[in-house]
T-cell receptor
Framework: GAVVSQHPSRVICKSGTSVKIECRSL??????MFWYRQFPKQSLMLMAT?????????EQGVEKDKFLINHASLTLSTLTVTSAHPEDSSFYIC???????????FGQGTRLTVV | AQSVSQHNHHVILSEAASLELGCNYS??????LFWYVQYPGQHLQLLLK??????LVKGIKGFEAEFIKSKFSFNLRKPSVQWSDTAEYFC????????????FGKGTTLSVSS
């Protein structure tokens, strides 16, 4: 299957700072990328969908000014958690799909801890 | 909008027991169906997927799932579980067209005792 790389795998930041998470498709062109959030012992909740070159579409209840998503190229999408607070601590996972593929491939996830 | 329902929140089995985890989805169109596993402290791994064709699909590690369209179900099965199958299992669905997100069920925790 296709490879999606997410970086960093773990990050600890201070409250009030911003954190950027990268999601890269290594061997295919990701026309669409998805960002999920997973709380401990819970399922993955879709946060937003981004198409290359377009603004992301956010799910209801997700603050677009807090979770900035950029999908400027066919191989890279970034999620920036702005002015992070402890309640933003979570596991963030990206996935990517191409025009030719209805399956999405997942990154390894990023464990964010805000202290 | 799509939704996925996993009936079992926590399943506890002894080794060699048979496993069946229920999954039902709600969507009016053609779907792709997936089962993922997440071992403690690890990321998601794809167990198996159904796009079309034979409704009985076989995945890795001896798992299989059967798509029953009339019941909107995609139950996961394994004839004989092992201790190493202890993990969280997620059923997921997306519309069968490019660029659609996977929607996940709440997950089922499987605990296998040796």
């Amino acid at each position: 299957g296709a490879v999606v790389s997410q970086h960093p795998s773990r990050v600890i930041c201070k409250s009030g700072t911003s954190v950027k998470i990268e999601c890269r498709s290594l061997d295919f062109q990701a026309t669409t990328m998805f960002w999920y959030r997973q709380f401990p012992k819970q399922s993955l909740m879709l946060m937003a969908t981004s198409n290359e070159g377009s603004k992301a579409t956010y799910e209801q209840g997700v603050e677009k000014d807090k979770f900035l998503i950029n999908h400027a190229s066919l191989t890279l999408s970034t999620l920036t958690v702005t002015s992070a607070h402890p309640e933003d601590s979570s596991f963030y996972i990206c996935s990517a799909s191409s025009r030719q593929n209805t399956e999405a491939f997942f990154g390894q996830g990023t464990r964010l801890t805000v202290v | 909008a799509q939704s996925v329902s996993q009936h079992n929140h926590h399943v506890i089995l002894s080794e060699a027991a048979s496993l069946e985890l229920g999954c039902n989805y709600s969507y009016g169109g053609t779907v792709n169906l997936f089962w993922y596993v997440q071992y403690p402290g690890q990321h998601l791994q794809l167990l198996l997927k159904y796009f079309s064709g034979d409704p009985l699909v076989k995945g890795i590690k001896g798992f299989e799932a059967e798509f029953i369209k009339s019941k909107f179900s995609f139950n996961l099965r394994k004839p004989s579980v092992q201790w190493s199958d202890t993990a969280e299992y997620f059923c997921a669905v997306n519309a069968a067209q490019a660029g659609t997100a996977l929607i996940f069920g709440k997950g089922t925790t499987l605990s296998v005792s040796s």
